[in-house]
């Protein structure tokens, strides 16, 4: 299994940007899916979580600003971000708890992608 993301880069603050996460592989079912982020010197922290179904779970710095979706047909899940501000710079990272069959669920991580917010 894996989690391929895309969409990070370099964008001024106030800017919007929207990432995005792809799981493939022998997938039974996905649970969970979520983004999380580490900014350098700091811990990796929850940006957002979202149930299988839809349920949604935000960090209260990025609440009103970001908006956590899945598709669950396509196993994807995306982060929109809009009114970016320079303290979200960060790597982000897409998180998945994936059943690979009907009695074991792991949890996966993508590569990470850069995000970068310039004042």
């Known amino acids: 299994v894996q989690l391929v993301e895309s969409g990070g880069g370099l964008v001024r603050a106030r800017g919007s940007l929207k990432l995005s996460c792809a799981a493939s592989g022998s997938i039974f079912r996905i649970n969970d899916m979520g983004w999380y982020r580490q900014a350098p010197g700091k811990q990796r922290e929850l940006v957002a979580q979202i149930t299988s179904g839809g349920r949604t779970n935000y960090a209260d710095s990025v609440k009103g600003r970001f908006t956590i979706s899945r598709d669950n047909g396509k196993n994807t899940v995306d982060l929109q971000m809009i009114s970016l501000k320079p303290e979200d710079t960060a790597v982000y990272y897409c998180?998945?708890?994936?059943?690979?069959?009907?009695?074991?669920?792991?949890?996966?991580w993508g590569q990470g992608t850069q995000v970068t917010v310039s004042s």
């Open positions: 998180n998945a708890f994936i059943g690979v069959n009907r009695n074991n669920e792991l949890e996966y």
